[in-house]
């Protein structure tokens, strides 16, 4: 039961230990401005890396063609209050 205690302590370690890049995991966006600005996204952003936050810096420059969606998830998620 020790030994059983020990191995999961040490796994659990060594899995914290694995660099691990957050925004090739995530892979394409899943929060409220992914979902409200797919298609700008798609149009203005394609090349941008997700979750480092280049797709938003890539949509606030892009605001004057966004929906009024997408614009209201850019305002009110992560740090969308300073854009207002």
Do not use: F
């Not at 659990?12 to 995530?26: K, Y």
């Not at 797709?55 to 606030?60: E, I, K, M, S």
């Not at 850019?74 to 300073?82: F, I, P, Q």
């Amino acid at each position: 039961m020790i030994m059983k205690g020990i191995t999961i302590g040490a796994t659990a370690a060594a899995a914290m230990l694995i660099p691990v890049d957050l925004a090739s995991a995530q892979g394409t966006g899943r929060g409220p401005v992914a979902s409200a600005c797919g298609s700008e996204i798609a149009r203005y952003c394609a090349g941008e890396k997700h979750g480092s936050g280049a797709v938003r810096a890539c949509l606030q420059s892009h605001r004057h063609g966004l929906s009024g969606h997408c614009r209201y998830a850019l305002n009110n998620t992560g740090y969308g209050w300073r854009w207002r």
